[in-house]
């Protein structure tokens, strides 16, 4: 049961353009959500993430909106660089549980 | 601070062997700790998690088991491996209640 979806793939950007990520939850329950970063061979990396209570959370070049109604929360990279290149897993627990689910990843190709 | 180790980096093993592969944490106590197993299409698939010594939540029925016998130590084992147990393994640690999780580097076991 993927309660966390991600339905691309992949995504291919130029650089300095933006990057929109997108991912969809089924569990209303879900009230805190993360982005990760991952390259090849390595464990992934927090990247930013945000709480049911706020509908954007923003970090640098990385914004994250999250629209609860809809079950969805999306990743704006901007501008994109060639670095962030790597696969992108969009994450969400729910209240008074600490199991952690992941989506299927998204891969980023940024084009010099 | 806080690291986490994960060893070993990759594994090669003979259908119908056991496995081990261990996790340990420094720097924090009583973290959740996770497992999780990166396949094609799925994202990262949790696997096992604890929030405690002995405790141990159970995601997916499969031949493999975790233990945690030590605060910060997490162990994914099998008696016998399968063809399919083949992939990327991935070991995490949380602070308790819902915060971001920090990866080790991964075990790609293959199983021949």
């Known amino acids: 049961d993927q309660q966390v979806k991600q339905n691309s793939p992949s995504l291919s950007v130029q650089e300095g353009r933006i990057s929109i990520l997108n991912c969809d939850y089924t569990?209303?329950?879900?009230?805190?959500f993360l982005w990760y970063k991952k390259y090849p061979a390595e464990g992934p990396t927090f990247l930013i993430s945000i709480s049911s209570i706020k509908d954007k959370n923003e970090d640098g070049r990385f914004t994250v909106f999250l629209n609860k109604s809809a079950k969805h929360l999306s990743l704006h990279i901007v501008p994109s660089q060639p670095g962030d290149s790597a696969v992108y897993f969009c994450a969400a627990y729910r209240r008074g549980k600490d199991d952690m689910r992941f989506g299927a990843g998204t891969r980023l190709t940024v084009k010099p | 601070s806080q690291t986490i180790h994960q060893w070993p980096a990759t594994l090669v093993q003979p259908v119908g062997s056991p496995l081990s592969l261990e996790c340990t944490v420094e720097?924090?106590?009583?973290?959740?700790l996770y497992w999780y197993r990166q396949a094609a299409g799925r994202g990262l698939q949790l696997l096992f998690y604890s929030v405690g010594i002995g405790q141990i939540s159970s995601e997916v029925p499969q031949n493999l088991s975790a233990s945690r016998p030590q605060d910060r130590q997490f162990i994914l084992s099998s008696k016998k491996l399968l063809l399919s147990d083949s992939g990327f393994y991935l070991c995490?640690?949380?602070?308790?209640?819902?915060?971001?999780?920090?990866f080790g580097q991964g075990t790609r076991l293959t199983v021949v």
């Open positions: 720097g924090t106590s009583n973290p959740n």
């Open positions: 995490a640690w949380s602070t308790q209640g819902n915060t971001e999780a920090f």
């Open positions: 569990n209303s329950m879900f009230d805190y």
